[in-house]
């Protein structure tokens, strides 16, 4: 051995280390304690559930707007041309339809339900574009007629538009949806015309060349929850390709692209490392990634840039307040701890191999939550406690082996009566909400001033029963 080696000594400071330490300092960690959610915007839970009662959607009206505020500035300050239009698939509720509305957004569609709704809140058909794969031809002949942009999805749609534009003899924009693979992630083939078959530039120019269309907009929508803001840069590079090629067979300058949305908003999908406000990209990074590019070109050749986000403005907007109907004591997590209940733990140990967790019975289920399959939706309780979080299992009330909210949240002992909010499930939540077992619950507004407001009452019996055709009458419900 070395004559100079020294065998190691303990610092005085190791003694003084909190016992929290390593949960404190590890960001990936469960910590130390789960921090409580008690109010929403100055709005006490307790107060949320005494107006709208258990369960219940919540929107934030204020994250709402500094969402939208933020991604305007993030696009604008770098290509002012940019038009923004929201997706209506992604949340339907009239009450965030007019903000984003008043925020001078237009309204992007999928369906003549959703064409109706817009046109119900107050937009003009020129305020609207309509997308989709199927637009039947009454819905066509009604949006050609008010103004609104088509963006043509394949032949057969093509078809029933030209039809359409030649029986009422006249001339209207329309755009077409392009598909190609941006090498940053899954490929969205189901949508628009192939890039790389040709299909695309044969589909433009047969619009270009149609005296009753005006091909108006190059339109991709690469996917959901795009996590790389690269794969816009290089969507925005093929589809200013594409137009090149047209403005070389035709000798029309398409003036508009669409780059969709897809967007992520700052949740997690299930695996992946948090927090996500540090594992997500920040919106700025997507405008980058593309205005770059369009400023590139000469300033008479820039076209209009037009938007369709959805998730990412308004999930973080969105809670769920739910209440603990249930604790599963069957399964208890963690190692022993000493107390009467290690008998029975050690028991399911030596049946399941494991120390099953604790079961968490919520007052709402996947009917509530479709985005549950995907992402880690987190789950606060509202009150503080000083319990150590444990590993445990959320479920939901359905009468189903697959209601599982949570299959792993670390959460502290909770018992019932206890209120957890579910964050952030703004986006498609709502909108694939269904009436399976349960009615659906009320969902509540908090104004930026911090007022509450019903937005859609709880549903009741008679919503549903509105819609059957009972009777001991056997003409009833009969065509004719």
Known sequence: MNDDYESP????????LSPTMSAERNPL???????????????????????AGSPAFVFSERTLRRKIDRMRTAFRSRYPETKFFWSYK????????????????GAEIVSNFEYKKARHLGYEGNEILFNG?????????RSLTEGALIQIDNWDDLDRVETAAEEMDGTFDVGIRVWFATGHG??????????????AQRAARRVAKNPNLNLHTLHSHIGTYMLDPEAYRVATKLLLGLRDQVEDDTGHLVPCLNLGGGFPSYSLLHGMKGPAETTISPI??????????????????????RLESGRHLVDES????????????????GPPRGTAEDAMRIKERSLLGRYAKVTYVADVGIN????????????????????LPEQTRLVGDLCMEIDVIRENVALPRLRVGDWLTLWPVGAYNLGQSMQFIHLRPAVVMISEDSEQRIIRRREELDDIEAAELFADDPDVGRDG
């Open 9 to 16: 000594r303990i610092s005085e400071e190791l003694g003084n």
């Open 29 to 51: 960690a469960r910590g130390y304690s789960v921090e409580p959610l008690t109010e929403i915007d100055g709005c006490k839970i307790e107060d949320i559930i005494e107006f």
């Open 90 to 105: 992604t949340n339907n509720l009239d009450a965030i339809c007019r903000v984003l509305k008043e925020e001078g957004w």
């Open 133 to 141: 794969p199927y637009k039947s031809p009454s819905a066509i002949r």
């Open 186 to 199: 899954p490929t969205w083939s189901k949508f628009g015309f192939n890039l790389a078959s040709g299909e």
């Open 284 to 305: 700025e990074k997507y405008a980058d990634a593309i205005t770059s590019e369009l400023n590139r070109l000469p300033s008479d050749k820039r076209p209009e840039l």
């Open 318 to 333: 969105g809670y769920l307040i739910s209440s603990i109907v249930a604790v599963k004591q069957a399964e208890l997590s």
């Open 368 to 387: 509530l939550l479709y985005t549950a399959a995907w992402f880690e939706i987190s789950a606060r309780p509202a009150r503080r406690t000083d319990e």
